[in-house]
């Protein structure tokens, strides 16, 4: 469960490759989130997309008090990459609650809205003993999103850690021919 900036960024953008394996996973009621989502609204353009992630805040218990403060460093310095690209298919693009899965099926949303330009869900994730709570708020349009990530872990040794971070993502072209 250790992670950086690097691990959301990639499992941000990861999870858009595994959208036919979860498409019903971990959501809030089907009919709930559909609602709540259409092709009008909520929906995000194909295309390539840049994800780049900062780290506010970094608790893991067992490590030093300003290990948070060190990674967070390494990040501003570039030690840590932070910005990503990934390719988001057509069928990704209309169903955004994978964009936030983080490709994760123990994971399911306790609830989950974008609209009017708005994102606010959250997603419980079980691992045996551990259990993360990941709430996402922030903004978006047909081209990009701008998100507060906060993870809360409770139970087994990483019980305690706190992970909040910042994404941006914005369309940057048309995914290259090769996908």
Known sequence: MKR?????TI???SSACHSQQHANAANAASNQVESQTSATDGTLQQGNYQ???RTIELTIPGKPADYGAKQIAMEKSGEIITSLTHCVSRAEALDPRLIFSLGDKACHYTHYSMTGGNIDAQ???KHGPVTESRTISGTYTPTSLSTDVSINVTG???SGEVNRSH???????DCPANG
Do not use: H, I, T
């Open 4 to 8: 950086s900036a690097l691990w959301l």
């Open 11 to 13: 499992a941000l953008a």
């Open 123 to 125: 997603m419980v994730c």
């Open 156 to 158: 087994g040794p990483e």
């Open 51 to 53: 994800y780049d992630s």
């Open 167 to 173: 994404v941006d993502v914005k369309r940057v072209g």
